[in-house]
């Protein structure tokens, strides 16, 4: 078991005369290190230098040893630590009696390469040669090792040490990947996992509310695995999201630091969270002072939370506050005594100065031991005498008051030690080994203790108890860290808290927030996310292309509420419910009907209890003057009502994806790496239903000429079959045959079991080894010796005296040294048979190139692994994939590729929306809401269309508004229109009459050219009706309410004046009145008119000019029509317009109801008082209904008391004449007008 690969020459093996009949070390390891003798030896592995710096590899000559440099206290203390925990046993009469603990201490200078060299030394042992003896028994060189404290390291050597079951101790490795048992079945820890602290730091997240942060990683299993863990268990939580991830590079990269820091300054995350070394964060926060990147909250990984090299004055003002995962912290009684009597080691210091204690010392008082370097008494440098005083000296060896990777150790050592005494204890013939055997230390193997160490259960003077679970883990527990930053300027680590996992109460998360010191102006925790919260009344819409936790706020449409923080989607209120102005809840609608308790319903109930009252009146007076003939009219009012309607509510919600079963699973289409691709193990009958046309990447395939023809001539060893039956030939033709070669297992024969003789031909079974037809990482193999060959051969085809290496000399077989290989491999450049060329790139690296490759399924059942394509990359074209899919087999009914999305694209007209909790490619299609669209595929926002355009029944594109206005092309506005040239002909029709009997009594009588401005005013009236019909234009907007206006009260001005000259001429007829008639003569009742008309022609010419009426497109009355109408510009105007005709009309009306009753058989005065009361009752009605109606409606309503107050003025003034003018034509006359009798003849 002494590790075999170490040792490169063995006579019995080889026999050659340069070669000696002892075994020697291939080399020996120039390494730091401390040794104890004992009957039992413990290794370590700790890191006592912060750097190493390694030669450069030209292997042109023996490659020198690394060197390291930066002396770590923090390292040794460990180191020391485990020394002194050996110690402390060897002085327990109670564990391990009579047996003396030694130990073999390593420094892995904080590399790979070196904690390897370490591994191996411990196990190996440091004699340069010794003899090989028939039994090789004793006790191997160490029975354990503790340590490596990084997790690659520790990966890497128990990957090794753990084939021979060597037990591995880590103090500090916290990979997760640590746990598998089956790559690491040895491998033990005093460490949480990292998967565990993983967990705590996210529950840290969720405690104070950061959702958004930033994560950097050491470039190692370490970091590179914690990012792994982080990003799955943040994911699953639904925690948070990461702004961004970065490795932090090996080496001092400036650029790359600056890079990352810029990366750290642009994101809006305040939480930065870093598992790395503390040399890693040593070089970062170099940059992160440059830059003076602060307002930041750090977290911590145990492995930098407790590190002093970070606490300093400089860096506070960046780190302070920082929350961190910290180790354990436990006490370790007598531990600083034993530090105080270190001493050097001045007998035995080797030729190297490796020793690691004199090291220290040369460090703590900076001097020098004999023989000193060059020049270091020339530069007045101090000699070390070995009688110097620690305790005169301040160094942090001594601070044992937060001991937590020693206190790891010091239960490492323990368990290692508690293991041990278990074994030793064990009664012979009662042993848990086969046979019930017991271990000893004569023959102790390694494994054995494994076994031990797997139950060890003990509990530590500080009184914690220590156990290993199945997978080799210790107790899950973590302290909780805050760098207190303290107004002196010191900085003080204090414990905040505690996470733990328990098997009862699962796990525990316990912290003080009153002790954490956060380091910002407010004093409290910052506020860490990508988006603040959405509250109720929008939804979510995640930003494409950023994490999850990355959304905007999208208020919810009108008649949409989302009453829910963070609502993914808003939900449409039912029918008779409408969203709050907040859109966070449904409110009922607003009922819309004349009220009591509006100005309006006020003004109408007045008016109409009013008129009941006049009526009333009215009723009394016509039962008192019964026999008085009296014309009267009846006003009706109508009521709108709402019908309610109670909508129905459905739901279709998409059931669970269906499950498939365990038996029976087909319609999958499979792709293989090229682990699997070519396996025939797999193509079988059985599985081709479910595994026909699967896709696979395969290796590059190739021919090797000969290698049938060589394989055929392979026979069994007969003459050299060693004991253990371990020769491959020999157990393949046992295979091949299914025989034994003597002497053959017991119960063999018996059993009728065939002897093989070695004679049996391969020919004559099937054998998938002769199957050469499909070589692909045999070829590899074939080329990866044709490499070595061929380096081999360059390198002995050297001419001495011209060779690569130092003093241009050459390699031989006599002095081979495998470094000299790599030279010339790395230069090897050749061709197969096959064609291929093989050469390596600067990493070692072939050419990348794979097949593509289809399971095809033949009709008759066999299976044909055909090749469609390859894939490969080049310096010139990058990467290529080429496949020809007309070859390729699907295995559907279809025969065409199967269709694999979590979720089908969304089409145009509706928008993607995530489902919650789901990966990215899991969303539901949302139809876009009403007046938004979205016109491609996939998209993640509807977007509004522009004012004017509406969207498509489909909401895939925009199209213009309808437009609404009152058209000539409609039926209303057809009848209206009809109804105003109707007007317009009547009044052309009467005023042809009257003109035509101009002469006549009836025509003359109360100024006939009045009359004639009367028709030509109704006439206008009529046409006037017409600009509000048809598209509103500037000119009709404002022509519109002006030539109504003016018309209407040229018309009410002659009426007017009519009325006030019948009343004159009634009081001429009186004693005295005839003064009365000079104020009414021609030219004075023309000005009047004049006068009257002028006014409304200044009131509106001041208000064209000051606000002039527009058109304008009104979107409020409907949400997909735009309504064409033309803004009023100015409401006083529009109402001094309106008032001015309403008061001329309302006075027209007084006086001729004073003139009713005067004494003519025709009194015009009560057609004008008729006239007005129909005039008037019209706009009474118009005010409220113009400002009820919408849109369109408002115009015909205007239009509409336009023609029915013409009409009422026309008929009701010239009915009566023009039905005496042509019906009644005897009455037309001077005489009847007048009142008087006709005589008779």
Known sequence: MYFTLLYSYISSVVSSPIYSSSCRLQGQFHLNEMHKAGDVVLGGIFRIHFFSVFPDLSFTSEPPHPTCHGFDVVGFRMAETMAFAIDEINRNSNLLPNVTLGYSLYDNCFKLGIGFRAGLSAASGQEDQFILDDTCAGTPPVIGIVGDSSSTHSIAISSVLGLYRVPMVSHFATCSCLSDRQKFPSFFRTIPSDAFQVQAMIQIMKRFGWSWAGLLVSDDDYGLHAARSFQSDLAQSGGGCLAYLEVLPWGNDRDELRRIVDEMKKSTARVVIVFAHESYMINLMEEVVRQNVTDLQWMASESWTAATALQTPDLMPYLAGTLGIAIRRGEIPGFREFLLQIRPDLHHNNSYGNNIVNQFWEFTFRCKFTPPPAGWVEAEGTLCTGQEILADVETELFDVSNLRPAYNVYKAVYALAYALDDMLQCEPGRGPFSGHTCGNLQRLEPWQLVFYLEKVNFTTTFGDQVSFDENGDALAIYDV????????????????????????????????????????????????????????????????????????????????????????????????????????????????????????????????????????????????????????????????????????????????????????????????????????????????????????????????????????????????????????????????????????????????????????????????????????????????????????????????????????????????????????????????????????????????????????????????????????????????????????????????????????????GTRMARKKGKPVCCFDCIPCSEGEISNKTDAMECTSCPEDFWSSPHRDHCVPKKTDFLSYHEPLGIGLTAASLLGTCMCAVVLGIFICHRSTPIVRANNSELSFQLLLSLKLCFLCSLLFIGRPRLWTCQLRHAAFGISFVLCVSCILVKTMVVLAVFKASKPGGGDSLKWFGAMQQRGTVIALTSVQAAICTAWIVSASPTPHKNTQYYIDKIVYECAVGSTVGFAVLLGYIGSLASLSFLIAFISRNLPDSFNEAKLITFSMLIFCAVWVAFVPAYISSPGKYADAVEVFAILASSFGVLLALFGPKCYIILLRPERNTKNAIMGRGTSKL
Not at 582 to 602: A, M, N
Not at 606 to 633: D, E, K, N, Q, W
Not at 646 to 654: A, E, H, V
Not at 876 to 897: A, H, Q, R, V, Y
Request: glycine share 6%; net charge negative; charged share 25%.
């Open 481 to 908: 860290m805050n760098w207190l930053w303290l107004p002196d300027g010191r900085t003080k680590v204090q414990n905040v808290g505690e996470v733990k996992r328990s098997a009862l109460k699962g796990e525990e998360f316990i912290i003080d927030e009153d002790k954490i010191f956060w380091n910002f102006e407010s004093k409290k925790p910052p506020r860490s996310v990508c988006s603040e919260s959405c509250p109720p009344g929008t939804r979510m819409a995640r930003k494409k292309g950023e994490p999850v936790c990355c959304f905007d706020c999208i208020p919810c449409s009108e008649g949409e509420i989302s009453n829910e923080t963070d609502a993914m989607e808003c939900t449409s209120c039912p029918e008779d419910f409408w969203s709050s102005p907040q859109r966070d809840h449904c409110v009922p609608k607003k009922t819309e009907f004349l009220s009591y308790h509006e100005p309006l319903g006020i003004g109408l109930t007045a008016a109409s209890l009013l008129g009941t009252c006049m009526c009333a009146v009215v009723l009394g007076i016509f039962i008192y003057h019964r026999s008085t003939p009296i014309v009267s009219y009846f006003a009706t009012c109508s009521c709108l009502s709402d019908r309610q309607k109670f909508p129905s509510f459905f739901r279709t919600i998409p059931s669970d994806a269906f499950q498939v079963l365990r038996q029976n699973v087909t319609g999958l289409q499979w792709m293989a790496s090229e682990a699997w691709t070519a396996s025939t193990v797999l193509q079988t009958p059985d599985l081709m239903p479910y595994l026909a046309g699967t896709l696979g990447i395969a290796i590059r395939r190739g021919e090797i000429p000969g290698f049938r023809e060589f394989l055929l001539q392979m026979l069994p060893d007969l003459h050299h079959n060693n004991s253990y039956g371990n020769s491959m030939v020999n157990q393949f033709w046992e295979f091949t045959f299914q025989c034994r070669f003597p002497p053959p297992p017991a119960g063999w024969v018996e059993a009728e079991g065939t002897l093989c003789t070695g004679q049996e031909n391969l020919e004559d079974v099937e054998t998938e080894l002769l199957d050469i037809s499909n070589l692909r990482p045999e070829y590899n193999v074939y080329k990866a010796v044709y490499a070595l060959a061929y380096a081999l051969d360059d390198m002995l085809q050297c001419e001495s005296g011209r060779g690569p290496f130092s003093g241009h000399s050459c390699g031989n077989l006599k002095e081979l040294e495998p470094w000299q290989l790599v030279y010339y491999l790395e230069k090897v450049n050749f061709t197969t048979a096959f064609g291929d060329q093989v050469s390596f790139d600067e990493n070692g690296d072939a050419l990348a190139i794979y097949d593509v490759m289809n399971w095809l399924w033949l009709p008759d059942g066999e299976t044909k692994v055909q090749n469609v394509g390859e894939v490969k990359r080049s310096a010139f074209k990058g990467e290529e994939l080429t496949i020809d899919e007309d070859k390729i087999f699907w295995n559907f009914e279809s025969k065409k590729p199967p269709r694999s999305v979590c979720s089908e694209s969304c089409p145009p």
